[in-house]
């Protein structure tokens, strides 16, 4: 933790592509689609929250979408999982930094954390813990959608009991609430570790983010030489 | 009828109340966007009454039928709905599954509307006028009559008797169509007469 | 209905046995519940189906259908065995003590006189034994052998308890369940009402069944009161109205006959009618006779019909057969001899039986007409519909039209419910496209039949040329001026008998009831049992005053009753011979001392002395028969047999097939069944979703009960292999029919003479045009064979096969 | 006979007896208190006396201006075989040996609405004002309020609500609302043949059901009974049972109907805790934020990717 600078962004000569171009519209589509789904959801979930369906142009419309954007989301997620489920994967050092979380949630901890990938063991639990929510808003939303419902009982000849369906909404509901705070996790880190936000903006981390979060993911990335130096301004500035 | 109810005094308490309670006095408050509660309009409101017997079996049920138009004012009448009569002795306003959709016999799909003939080899109904449907009807009757009607039997007895045409009466008619009918067709001479009543 | 709907709430024990009145008439068995509810009547339900009506019984009773005689016998053996029989009114009110002719007997199922070769009975031996009074002989002790109560008893003896199981498949214990329930209302403060409709008609013996019944009431005390009765439940809501205006080949308006040609001239005619009374200072209301039929040639021919010409006898056609029923209709015209049909507002083509029959006779006319408010399948019987209807249209010569009239909600008249109420109703909306009224339908038809008679002559033009047509448009009679002619009115000043200077009515007047008319020509009516019903005070039809004096469930200023306004008949027999009412707390009639008073117009002279005339004042003996002489033809009491085609032989007469009475024309007996190929009992009935032919072209009802089905046991599903829901072939000789199985606990197989019987309900409401799915009705299997005295097709018991198929073919 | 009551007044559009200013639940909302309390009524529907004859059904249609599909026979009598948007009322039939006498006994229930005093349908609606009670204890679907979501088929007990496929909104008896707003009884009643259904306030159909029973207790039921389950607070849609002790043989009325607990969890504390949870996590992020302060790279860093990157050959 030495000279730490709380207020000026450090000049970054390198940059690291993180995100490809076709990953960042993946990633946005999930990202819009979840929003509205979570819109749209919170609006039917509790009455306070009704008023949302405004946004919608009303319930009908809102109790409408809200399905097929979830069919959205589904087949928008499977994009992400098949381009991230590789680096997802556990790896040993990701128990060691789990053990030592404390440090992951403190400015600069990262000092104290073994060196990460792509994704660190936070950064899994979030893909992992949606992929697994999403299958079950997917299942219980099916079994709570009229279509969904014909399209179980025609195609796999599954007939949905009304005592099916309470199941199916408190699942649903409880699903959508813990993916919910996931995603308020996803936002939150991508917020609070600044410089995070670029990866799916620009596409591109400085190699200082990189070296801070990911040091094997950049270490990776320079052996690869997939990394941009800007060579003006001097590879040392020490 | 051990229980003794006092239906006005019902109909006083499922809806009065405090009269100067209106809607508009509670406002629609917090929630202006949805539409008010409320019950549907009272269909049968305005509507023409009158009264008719079911057509269907003979506990003769009697029924109130409800029109837009008044025929005794000479208006074209469409009835909307049919409901039982609650003063009639017998059903007492109620109705059977066949008497609570009368309303979809009257305005049944497949109701007769034109004459229409089917010429000998057909497949196929043609439309023609009444006119050219009851001259026709009676030009055969006639044809048939004359050459047929036994005037007398082989004794010499007048029998009057027409066997090659028949008649098959209705059985839910008027009385006195029935009568209008008899007359008709004992006239003729007609022997095979017959109605419902058999089958 | 001897009693009405109403009165229904006044019984102790209701008996629907030849009938299945909660789903055919729902309405009215609210009067059932009633009883029950207020009264703690029971209901029992003999069937063999276990059926909406059962299911709101006390008791439930299996029947093997056809073999109802038998089992009513039955009771009536128990009731005379165990002493359950109301005394007092068998010996004053029936022929009980009548002796019978020393010739009459009764062996090996027939009675005396049978003519196998003409399939009928020569019928003098079925007589009282007469007195040199010219009265019929009577012992009021009953001891005498030959008195009709000695007779009955000997008759129906063979009948026991077990005789019943073996015949019927009733188990004897419910038998005598029910035998019980019955017995208990020979009690002068106990009566039990009977309802009955085409469960007991639609057999070769269908009058008998109902005699059965009639002289169980009888024993049991059960008629003219309050809660009792007969209650034939007519099908439809004016069949008691046509039946009583006589729209049938061999009546007159008011259950007079048309003549035969014996019958030469009206003194003939008249000759063996207006019966002289059988017992000393009895009615016999017959005697008025002439006054009828004179009044009823007058409304027919006005002022052609004259004493010179016998009031126009002649200008009725006589008949050479005892009538020509449906059944002889069609089968003139399947062979060949019959050009032209009308069907006003009649599915000949589905309520027929042996349906292959009528339309090949149907493709033998040379014309047919139609006239419904709904697209009928008789209209249609030349367009080929696959299965449901595989006819060639171009080989069918027929001229078919179609003419569309009014119904019920468009026109204006009266209807005569099953109680005999006469109800007027009134049009409420504009008949769609070009459809019009069967009233000016017909007198279009007359009109210009008239004008081609008057232009081109023709013969025996005089009874159309004269026909009375004074109304005031005449191709439009309305329905006012139609039920002023049924009422009566005076064609000439009607003095009064006993002062011939006063003048009871005027010329031109209505009739205020049958009691003026006369048979000198003064007097004009159309159906004297209406009489009373359109009067000088006006429309007594369209009365709605709901007032019902006590509760009784008189009504008797709604609406209006024939005759004379009365509600219960034989309503005097509701008292005992002095006049005393058998029920203080169901009174109807009683004798106050100088008249009969009560809640009913009395059915019988007012000021009749009790004890001296008789109840039933039709009969000439003044008294109801148990022995009905030569009232109907296979006998006078009723006896077991087997339907035409039964799963076993007659128990008591094996050699006897059907009704021995029974008219059959030679190629139909070719096509009856056995049971080796067919053998299973097959029966047809109403759904109480669907009204005949209807209700299918409702969309309402279509979707209640939207699919032909037949209903099976699960035993015979079992056996044949049969599932729920699941495609069936029923045939029969004379066809076969494809159906949705219902396979229910509801049937039961039964075991008769120690053979298994299972049964096949089959539903008609089926056919090719409508709202429905297309499908069959159980005419396409059914015998062409009627009842011996009515003729009334023997759909409730016939024979036939089932198998499971695959489904519907293409 | 229960009285009937009189021929409809078809003289003039009257006001409506009844209104949003009597309502006692409003679905995802609140309602002040009314006024006035309306005299509740109830429907009581006496399966010994029902003959099965559907004109309930079809009575419902007709009033409703509605209109069933022409279905197929399923191998038995019920048709529809269930509920639907339009059939808002069906008969059930169940053939039912009675093992103690091993006789067949038909039972037929109309099914329906039971118009719970505590509406499961309700409870489970997230639109606001599309469910409705009055305090006459009628429940009422308020079908432009209604987004179709289905909730109400969850929330009832007796699986009653359907939802249109053409309007997708939800669908259920009305007690025919329209028809005693003007002081008239529910269109299946005023049709039963043999006032197997009766209408009036909930105090006298307990008293003719008293009498009902008596009648039955008479005829040997001797477990005859009135059908008002207390799970829901009661009902104003009520049965007489020939068999009350055991309501399931009646095509499987419920025995002891309640709110589901899932669907109070889901709709009750469920919805709060939810929503806390997810508000918490954003809290947490908060408070985490002003206690850590972003997480930014150092220069040292961005030098330390350099000197990787210089590193490069």
């Known amino acids: ?196 936000i670029d990866a799916m903006t620009s596409g591109t981390v400085t190699g200082g983010w990189g070296w801070r979060h990911h040091r094997r993911w950049l270490r990776r990335k320079v052996r690869e030489g997939d990394v941009d130096v800007e060579h003006s301004k001097g590879a040392s500035g020490s | 009828m051990n229980i003794q109810v006092s239906r006005r005094r019902f109909l006083q308490l499922a809806g009065a109340g405090a009269a100067a309670t209106s809607i508009a006095a509670f406002g629609y408050g917090e929630a202006e966007a949805e539409v008010a509660a409320h019950v549907r309009n009272f269909k049968l409101a305005k509507s023409t009454e009158t009264r008719n017997t079911c057509t269907y079996c003979s506990v003769a049920c009697g029924i109130i039928m409800y ?51 089917r010429k000998p080899g057909s497949d196929k109904f043609e439309r023609i006028s009444w006119d050219e449907a009851l001259d026709r009807i009676t030009r055969l009757m006639k044809d048939d009559r004359d050459k047929n009607i036994i005037e007398r039997n082989a004794a010499g007895v007048t029998v009057n008797r027409w066997t090659t045409t028949g008649f098959l009466a209705a059985s839910a008619t008027t009385n006195e169509t029935a009568w209008e009918t008899y007359k008709v067709v004992r006239s003729t001479g007609i022997v095979a007469f017959d109605n419902q009543a058999r089958v | 209905m001897t009693n009405s709907w109403t009165d229904i709430k006044n019984t102790d024990l209701v008996v629907i046995m030849g009938g299945n009145a909660a789903e055919a008439h729902p309405c009215g068995f609210k009067w059932v519940t009633e009883a029950k509810h207020n009264r703690g009547a029971k209901l029992i339900v003999i069937d063999p189906r276990f059926t909406r009506s059962a299911s709101v019984a006390d008791f439930y009773c299996p029947i093997r259908q056809g073999t109802d005689i038998a089992y009513l016998l039955g009771v009536i053996n128990y009731c005379i065995q165990n002493d359950k029989v109301q005394w007092d009114y068998v010996k004053s009110y029936t022929n009980a003590g009548l002796l019978v002719d020393e ?27 007469m007195g040199a009074d010219g009265f019929a002989l009577i012992d009021d002790t009953l001891q005498n052998p030959r008195c009709v109560w000695n007779l009955l008893k000997q008759h129906v003896a063979v009948y026991t308890p077990e005789m019943v199981e073996r015949i019927c498949g009733t188990p004897k214990d419910k038998f005598l369940k029910v035998c019980e329930m019955i017995g208990e209302c020979s009690s002068k403060t106990r009566t039990m009402t009977s309802m009955y409709a085409l469960g007991w008609t639609q057999h070769s013996k269908g009058s008998q069944n109902i005699r059965a019944m009639a002289m169980l009431q009888l024993i049991l005390g059960n008629i003219g009161v309050r809660g009792g009765g007969m209650n034939a439940l007519r099908g439809h809501s004016n069949i008691q109205g046509l039946t009583d205006i006589g729209l049938m080949s061999n009546l007159i308006p008011g259950y007079l006959n048309i ?74 015209m399947h062979a060949g001899r019959m050009n032209g049909y009308f069907c006003q507002g009649f599915n000949a083509l589905l309520s027929f039986p042996n349906r292959k029959k009528i339309t090949a006779a149907l493709s033998k006319l040379k014309f047919l007409v139609v006239m419904d408010p709904l697209q009928t399948e008789t209209a249609r019987f030349w367009e080929n519909h696959g299965d449901f209807n595989d006819v060639n249209s171009a080989s069918i010569q027929t001229e078919v039209f179609e003419l569309p009239t009014s119904c019920f909600a468009e026109d204006e008249g009266s209807l005569t419910n099953s109680g005999r109420w006469l109800q007027w109703h009134w049009p409420g909306g504009t008949p769609p496209g070009d459809a019009k009224s069967d009233n000016w339908i017909m ?83 159309g159906c004297w049992i209406y009489s009373g019903c359109f009067t000088e005070a006006g429309n007594q039809m369209a009365r709605r005053s709901t007032n019902d004096p006590d509760d009784t469930g008189t009504f008797p200023t709604w609406a209006w009753s024939w005759p004379v306004n009365r509600r219960i008949l034989y309503n005097r027999a509701s008292a005992d011979l002095e006049g005393k009412p058998w029920d203080e707390s169901r009174k109807l009639m009683w004798w106050d001392g100088t008249k009969w008073t009560g809640y009913d117009v009395p059915d019988i002279a007012p000021n009749a002395q009790p004890g ?190 089932i198998e499971a198929i695959s489904g519907p073919v293409a | 006979m229960f009285p009937p009551l009189p021929n409809p007044d078809v003289s003039a559009q009257k006001p409506p007896l009844f209104g949003e200013q009597d309502l006692v639940r409003r679905s995802a909302s609140r309602v002040p208190a009314p006024a006035r309390q309306l005299t509740p009524v109830a429907k009581l529907i006496d399966v010994s006396k029902c003959i099965g004859c559907k004109a309930c059904q079809a009575a419902c249609l007709e009033w409703n201006d509605l209109r069933e599909k022409v279905g197929v026979n399923r191998g038995v009598l019920d048709n529809p075989d269930d509920l639907t948007p339009d059939s808002l009322t069906v008969m059930r039939f169940t053939e039912w040996i009675n093992p103690s006498t091993d006789t067949l006994e038909w039972l037929i229930r109309k099914d329906g609405c039971m118009h719970c005093a505590e509406p499961g349908c309700l409870e489970a609606c997230p639109a606001p004002g599309a469910i409705v009670q009055y305090s006459n204890g009628i429940v009422d679907f308020i079908h432009e309020n209604c987004i179709g979501c289905g909730y109400c088929i969850k929330g009832c007990p007796f699986n009653i609500p359907r939802i249109s496929r053409v309007d997708n909104t939800a669908y ?125 790279v150092t220069r040292h860093d961005e030098e330390e990717a350099e000197r990787l990157a210089g590193d490069k050959p």
């Open chain 4, 172 to 296: 259920k008896c009305t007690l025919c609302s329209d028809r005693i707003a003007v002081g008239q009884g529910p269109a299946c009643q005023k049709a039963c043949p043999t006032q197997a259904i009766v209408f009036g306030t909930k105090d006298e159909m307990k008293a003719w059901a008293d009498l009902r029973i008596k009648d039955l207790k008479s005829r040997g039921f001797d477990k005859a009974g009135l059908y008002d389950p207390p799970g829901v607070s009661g009902t104003h849609v009520m049965y007489v049972l020939h068999h009350a002790d055991q309501p399931h043989i009646y095509a499987g009325l419920p025995d002891n109907p309640r709110i589901s607990p899932l669907v109070r969890a889901w709709k009750g504390a469920g919805k709060y805790a939810g929503l806390g949870l997810i508000a918490l996590s954003v809290v947490a992020g908060v408070i985490h934020h002003l206690v850590q302060g972003p997480n930014r």
């Open chain 3, 103 to 129: 010739r009459f007997g009764y062996s090996d199922g027939l009675f005396t006189g049978y003519d196998e070769e003409k399939r009928d009975y020569d019928r003098t031996s079925w007589d009282y034994q």
């Open chain 3, 259 to 332: 003549p035969t040609e014996r019958e030469t001239s009206l003194d003939v005619y008249m000759s063996t009618r207006g019966f002289k009374p059988l017992r000393p200072g009895q009615t016999s209301y017959w005697q008025n006779y002439k006054k009828f039929f004179v009044s009823f040639q007058k409304a027919m021919w006005g002022e052609a019909a004259t004493a010179e010409n016998n009031f126009a006898y002649d200008w009725l056609p006589k008949l050479d057969v005892p009538s020509y029923d449906i059944l002889r209709a069609f089968e003139l």
């Open chain 1, 1 to 196: 933790m030495t000279d730490r600078t709380h207020d000026d962004i450090p000049e970054a000569h390198v940059r690291v592509p993180r995100y490809s171009g076709s990953a960042r519209v993946n990633h946005w589509i999930v990202a819009i689609s979840f929003i509205l789904l979570g819109l749209s959801g919170l609006a039917l979930f509790h009455p306070s929250l009704f008023g949302l369906t405004v946004l919608f142009g009303g319930g009908q419309n809102a109790r409408w979408l809200h399905p097929w954007l979830g069919i959205v989301l589904v087949v928008a997620f499977f994009g992400l999982f098949v381009r991230f489920v590789s680096q997802n994967l556990p790896e040993r050092t990701d128990i060691t930094w789990l053990a030592r979380l404390r440090y992951a949630l403190s400015a600069g901890g990262e000092d104290y954390l073994p060196e990460v990938g792509k994704y660190n063991a936070g950064q899994k639990f979030v893909f992992w813990s949606q992929t697994l929510l999403i299958l079950v808003l997917l299942g219980s939303g099916l079994c709570l959608w009229q279509q969904g419902q014909d399209y179980l009982e025609r195609t796999l000849g599954i007939h949905v009991s009304i005592e099916t369906m309470r199941w199916a909404a408190v699942i649903h509901a409880t699903a959508a609430v813990l993916t919910i705070i996931v995603f308020v996790i996803h936002v939150y880190s991508a917020i609070w570790v600044r410089g995070t």
């Open chain 3, 443 to 525: 007198a279009q038809i007359y009109l210009r039949l008239k004008a081609l008679y008057e232009k081109e002559g023709g013969p025996v033009a005089d009874p159309i040329l004269k026909l009375d047509w004074r109304y005031k448009d005449p191709g439009d009679p309305t329905a006012e001026e139609l039920a002023k002619e049924l009422n009566g009115y005076a064609v000439s000043d009607l003095a009064d008998p006993s002062d011939p200077t006063k003048i009871v009515v005027a010329r031109g007047k209505q009739v205020p009831g049958f009691a003026v008319l006369r048979d000198d020509g003064s007097t004009a009516c």
């Open chain 2, 67 to 117: 029109s837009r138009g008044d025929l005794t004012k000479g208006e074209q009448a469409n009835i909307f709905h049919i409901e039982g009569d609650a003063e009639h002795p017998t059903n007492r306003g109620t109705l059977c599954p066949k008497g609570a959709a009368l309303l979809d016999m009257v305005h049944s799909k497949t109701r007769t509307l034109y004459p229409q003939v």
């Open chain 3, 612 to 801: 001296e005339v008789m109840p039933f004042i039709m009969n000439a003996e003044g008294t109801a028969r148990l022995f009905s002489l030569r009232g109907l033809r296979e006998g006078p009491f009723p006896a077991h047999y087997e339907p035409f085609e039964a799963p076993i032989a007659n128990v008591l007469a094996p050699h006897i097939r059907g009704n021995p009475a029974a008219r059959v024309f030679k190629d139909d007996a070719a096509q009856f069944g056995d049971a080796k190929d067919f053998p299973y009992a097959a029966t047809s009935y109403r759904l109480t979703e669907h009204f005949h032919f209807w209700t299918k072209h409702a969309q309402i009802n279509a979707s209640l009960q939207p699919e032909f089905f037949v209903e099976i046991s699960e035993e015979l599903a079992k056996e044949k292999g049969i599932v729920r829901g699941g495609w069936v072939r029923v045939s029969s000789v004379r066809g076969s029919i494809r159906a949705k199985a219902v396979v229910t606990k509801r049937i039961r197989p039964l075991v008769c003479d120690g053979k298994t019987v299972h049964i096949v309900g089959i539903p008609l409401h089926w056919g090719f045009t409508g709202e429905t799915k297309e499908g069959f009705g159980p005419n396409s299997l059914t015998p062409f064979v009627g009842d011996a005295n009515i003729e009334t097709p023997e759909y409730k018991a016939f024979l036939v096969n």
